[in-house]
Structures are given as C-alpha cells and as structure tokens.
C-alpha cells in the first residue's frame, strides 16, 4: 500500500494473461478498473481522482473530460465538449451511447498485496 503515497494511480499488468489494469487509491480503498477509457481507449493513468458530488470516488479523463463513478463504472458525465479539443471529441461520440467502465472487486490482503478479481456490470 506504501506505492500508492507517492501517486493514487497505478497501471497494472497482469503476469498471467498480459492484459492491462489501473489500480486507484481513494480515501484508503483500492480500486481497480480497465487500464483504457471507454470512449477512445485514452490510458486512465493520467485520469483525475477526486470525490463526485455524493462524495464517492470519480475518475476523469483528461483527452476526452469523460467521467465514471470508480465504484460501478457507470459514466457520470460523456465527452463533454467544454473546450476546443473535446468540443471536436464530443462530435465524435455524441451518437454513441455511453459506455461503461469495466471495474473489478478489490481487497488488500494482510501483507498488503492488492488482490482483484470478477467483473462488475
């Protein structure tokens, strides 16, 4: 748990299958999510973390300003388009129903190791 003092963000992949994971930080819970957005697979390891409006967890894309909730994935706020850039984004996708976020069930075992597993709808 020490890793996560330095950054609450941290990209994970996995030695068995090769597939890529972010692990987040948030008030002292692990959370563990798809390492890619859903809207254009910009990489979460540059996404903001920060409490939403209920005071649960909230990642935010910074391409594309997509938000999920870090607890269900559910998107929170879709390809705003509140500057030039993601106003060009937003045209994109603004057809496109919002995709959720994959995020997976976490606990921290008694040597400190973050064990993750089985996807969440």
Request: glycine letters at 10%.
């Amino acid at each position: 748990m020490a890793e996560f003092e330095a950054d609450p963000k941290k990209p994970f992949i996995s030695p068995y299958t090769g597939e890529a994971f972010m692990l987040f930080m948030f008030e002292g819970k692990v959370y563990c999510t798809e390492a890619n957005s859903t809207a254009f697979k910009y990489p979460l390891v540059d996404a903001e973390v920060f409490a939403g409006e209920t005071g649960g967890p909230v990642i935010k894309v910074p391409l594309d300003g997509t938000s999920y909730d870090l607890s269900t994935g559910a998107v929170l706020e879709w390809c705003p388009k509140d500057n030039f850039v993601r106003g060009f984004l937003g045209k994109l996708k603004e057809k496109t129903a919002p995709i959720p976020l994959k995020v997976y069930q976490t606990k921290v075992s008694t040597n400190g190791n973050v064990i993750f597993k089985g996807l969440r709808d």
